[in-house]
């Protein structure tokens, strides 16, 4: 079974930045598509971005396009969700997601493995 653990969320001032980690335990991720979204108190999960395996071809929403930058390096295991010029808005819970291809930032249903998620807080 295929595990995720998402790291490096905290706290941060408006305008900061954070680098957040998607890696698996006992798997690789290689041959996954992997997606970040995050679900604040009281609204939908929502989809961030999304890295496919072979092309490594990448999705943004509108929200983050231009200040969130998703990579891997398939040599590392891990899946980066660069995020710079944080807002407010910006403060959720930060999931990653993996399956076999990059379903839609809107179809979050469709992803079959999810981390526990990290906290991202952002506040002056």
């Known amino acids: 079974q295929l595990q995720l653990v998402e790291s490096g969320g905290g706290s941060v001032q408006p305008g900061g930045s954070l680098t957040l980690s998607c890696a698996a335990s006992?798997?690789?991720?290689?041959?996954?598509?992997i997606a970040w979204f995050r679900q604040a108190p009281g609204k939908e999960r929502e989809g961030l971005s999304c890295?496919?395996?072979?092309?490594?071809?990448?999705d943004y929403a509108d929200s983050v396009k231009g200040r969130f930058t998703i990579s891997r390096d398939n040599e590392k295991n891990p899946v980066n969700l660069q995020m710079n010029s944080l807002k407010p808005e910006d403060a959720a819970v930060y999931y990653c997601?993996?399956?076999?291809?990059?379903?839609?930032?809107?179809?979050?249903?469709?992803?079959?493995?999810w981390g526990q998620g990290t906290q991202v807080t952002v506040s002056s």
């Open positions: 997601a993996a399956d076999l291809l990059c379903y839609g930032l809107d179809r979050p249903g469709d992803f079959g493995h």
């Open positions: 006992g798997f690789t991720l290689d041959y996954y598509a």
């Open positions: 890295i496919d395996s072979s092309t490594g071809s990448t």
